[in-house]
């Protein structure tokens, strides 16, 4: 490999260090203040639901002469069959039907810097893409093209259906994985619409008649959202979308309105046996992000566990080296929004792990964070948000996710200021009422042999023995 002389070879040059450059001759080179307090605004969004019920919405940020889309198409499924079929079609929704020529196609839109990729949840089919403005068009007719098009070449299915099996194979054999499906069967029981990782016995029976019935089903318009952020004229965009999308109508049902089972409560042991790590996982629902006091509840999350500072982290991972990793968040649940808690553990340090976890929500909900905690974790969570809106593919992401979760765009905008909004006494209220260690579910995978007697020591009648993962 051939790289360029380093610096210092170059003969006759100066340099000076980090240290020299940041002083002058009166002293310190003085920062610049940090700035937490510039928040972005949101442009004018133009906002429609199309004749045929897609929602387009499209939003002027010309940083870059670039158009980034991001789209979410309903799609939930109540079958482990769904699960797979839904797989292989977002994988092949871009490889064209027979005879179309969507290799050369492909190669022709790259050369134009368009690209567009899909991608499946348990709900939803995300398709993100990027274009220059001047390309619009093209990319919207290449967009389409693929949505309008359910055939598909039964050899490449094949070819997917066999890559997918082996990346199911390595991603079922990851702990994180069976620990987050060992939580599902615990709290939840058997649920197929919350399965992201298709099983690999209907991965192998997925065919190509099977993913055009899907696609002619589930791949409508009525329900889906579609955001443009860019190098773009938001009410022409629009115009354009509705154009070409025009003959794209509703050919099927609309996706599963899938609901929960209640809550389980106790903590599952899961036996993976001579393990040398644990997998902790801890859940309990909260309120929803349309509620007043969804702010307060975020912020005494990210002072928990939810990030560097947090107190589970200085405890557990920092001060006691109890976990490798250690973190407090939401999940979207289907219809649910679950508080999180997880670490990743040694053996023999799991059950202090626990009992130091259950000590400190127990401490949150006792002595809720200080004044100085609150702060902290407001700015930081105020400073993630606004990164992600600096550019026009997190814009673009930031506002489908708002949508898609039932706010409206300006929410990207306007939740950092709830933050700021959000009082001491709010953040109290809010860690005595959903950080009580009784009311969290949970699992922890590993080798039971070792662990159970002192996890049974720790939480009693609480702990549920399950099979193994």
Same mark, same amino acid.
């Given at each position: 490999?051939?790289?360029?002389?380093?610096?210092?070879?170059?003969?006759?040059?100066?340099?000076?260090?980090?240290?020299?450059?940041?002083?002058?001759?009166?002293?310190?080179?003085?920062?610049?203040?940090?700035?937490?307090?510039?928040?972005?605004?949101?442009?004018?969004?133009?906002?429609?639901?199309?004749?045929?019920?897609?929602?387009?919405?499209?939003?002027?940020?010309?940083?870059?002469?670039?158009?980034?889309?991001?789209?979410?198409?309903?799609?939930?499924?109540?079958?482990?069959?769904?699960?797979?079929?839904?797989?292989?079609?977002?994988?092949?929704?871009?490889?064209?039907?027979?005879?179309?020529?969507?290799?050369?196609?492909?190669?022709?839109?790259?050369?134009?810097?368009?690209?567009?990729?899909?991608?499946?949840?348990?709900?939803?089919?995300?398709?993100?893409?990027?274009?220059?403005?001047?390309?619009?068009?093209?990319?919207?007719?290449?967009?389409?093209?693929?949505?309008?098009?359910?055939?598909?070449?039964?050899?490449?299915?094949?070819?997917?259906?066999?890559?997918?099996?082996?990346?199911?194979?390595?991603?079922?054999?990851?702990?994180?994985?069976?620990?987050?499906?060992?939580?599902?069967?615990?709290?939840?029981?058997?649920?197929?619409?919350?399965?992201?990782?298709?099983?690999?016995?209907?991965?192998?029976?997925?065919?190509?008649?099977?993913?055009?019935?899907?696609?002619?089903?589930?791949?409508?318009?009525?329900?889906?959202?579609?955001?443009?952020?860019?190098?773009?004229?938001?009410?022409?965009?629009?115009?354009?979308?509705?154009?070409?999308?025009?003959?794209?109508?509703?050919?099927?049902?609309?996706?599963?309105?899938?609901?929960?089972?209640?809550?389980?409560?106790?903590?599952?042991?899961?036996?993976?046996?001579?393990?040398?790590?644990?997998?902790?996982?801890?859940?309990?629902?909260?309120?929803?992000?349309?509620?007043?006091?969804?702010?307060?509840?975020?912020?005494?999350?990210?002072?928990?566990?939810?990030?560097?500072?947090?107190?589970?982290?200085?405890?557990?991972?920092?001060?006691?080296?109890?976990?490798?990793?250690?973190?407090?968040?939401?999940? *979207?649940?289907?219809?649910?929004?679950?508080?999180?808690?997880?670490?990743?553990?040694?053996?023999?340090?799991?059950?202090?792990?626990?009992?130091?976890?259950?000590?400190?929500?127990?401490?949150?909900?006792?002595?809720?964070?200080?004044?100085?905690?609150? *702060?902290?974790?407001?700015?930081?969570?105020?400073?993630?948000?606004?990164?992600?809106?600096?550019?026009?593919?997190?814009?673009?992401?930031?506002?489908?996710?708002?949508?898609?979760?039932?706010?409206?765009?300006?929410?990207?905008?306007?939740?950092?200021?709830?933050?700021?909004?959000?009082?001491?006494?709010?953040?109290?209220?809010?860690?005595?009422?959903?950080?009580?260690?009784?009311?969290?579910?949970?699992?922890?995978?590993?080798?039971?042999?070792?662990?159970?007697?002192?996890?049974?020591?720790?939480?009693?009648?609480?702990?549920?023995?399950?099979?193994?993962?």
């Amino acid at each position: 490999m051939i790289t360029e002389p380093s610096p210092r070879a170059v003969p006759g040059a100066s340099y000076r260090s980090a240290e020299e450059i940041g002083r002058t001759a009166a002293g310190p080179r003085s920062l610049p203040p940090l700035d937490g307090h510039t928040l972005h605004t949101m442009p004018t969004p133009v906002d429609t639901v199309l004749a045929n019920g897609l929602r387009v919405i499209a939003v002027r940020r010309p940083s870059t002469p670039m158009v980034e889309l991001r789209m979410a198409l309903p799609f939930a499924g109540d079958t482990y069959t769904h699960a797979a079929t839904a797989e292989v079609l977002a994988t092949t929704l871009f490889r064209g039907a027979p005879g179309s020529g969507d290799r050369q196609q492909h190669t022709e839109l790259a050369c134009q810097g368009i690209s567009l990729d899909a991608s499946r949840s348990a709900r939803w089919l995300n398709i993100s893409g990027s274009a220059p403005g001047h390309s619009l068009g093209t990319f919207l007719d290449a967009l389409t093209d693929a949505l309008t098009s359910p055939s598909r070449d039964e050899e490449d299915v094949a070819r997917v259906r066999a890559r997918m099996s082996r990346q199911i194979a390595v991603l079922r054999s990851q702990p994180h994985l069976i620990a987050q499906e060992a939580l599902f069967a615990h709290c939840y029981g058997e649920v197929p619409g919350l399965q992201e990782v298709p099983l690999a016995a209907e991965a192998e029976r997925v065919t190509a008649a099977r993913v055009q019935a899907l696609h002619h089903t589930m791949v409508r318009p009525r329900g889906a959202v579609m955001v443009l952020i860019g190098d773009l004229d938001p009410e022409r965009a629009v115009a354009d979308v509705a154009s070409t999308t025009a003959a794209w109508q509703d050919t099927g049902a609309p996706a599963a309105e899938l609901e929960l089972p209640a809550l389980r409560d106790g903590i599952a042991l899961v036996a993976r046996p001579r393990a040398v790590q644990s997998q902790i996982k801890l859940i309990r629902h909260t309120v929803s992000r349309a509620d007043d006091r969804f702010p307060a509840v975020s912020i005494a999350a990210l002072a928990f566990g939810g990030y560097f500072s947090s107190r589970l982290v200085m405890n557990i991972r920092e001060t006691k080296g109890l976990a490798y990793r250690t973190d407090a968040g939401f999940q *979207d649940h289907l219809d649910q929004l679950a508080l999180t808690v997880d670490a990743d553990t040694a053996t023999d340090a799991t059950v202090q792990a626990l009992g130091e976890t259950l000590a400190e929500l127990r401490r949150l909900a006792d002595v809720p964070p200080s004044v100085a905690e609150i *702060d902290s974790a407001r700015e930081y969570t105020i400073g993630m948000a606004m990164l992600a809106l600096t550019t026009q593919a997190g814009f673009a992401g930031s506002v489908l996710t708002a949508v898609i979760l039932g706010h409206e765009p300006e929410r990207v905008t306007r939740f950092p200021e709830l933050l700021r909004d959000v009082t001491t006494d709010e953040v109290a209220d809010a860690a005595g009422a959903f950080f009580r260690p009784e009311t969290f579910s949970g699992v922890v995978v590993g080798d039971a042999e070792r662990l159970e007697a002192g996890l049974r020591e720790l939480v009693g009648d609480r702990l549920i023995t399950r099979q193994g993962a």
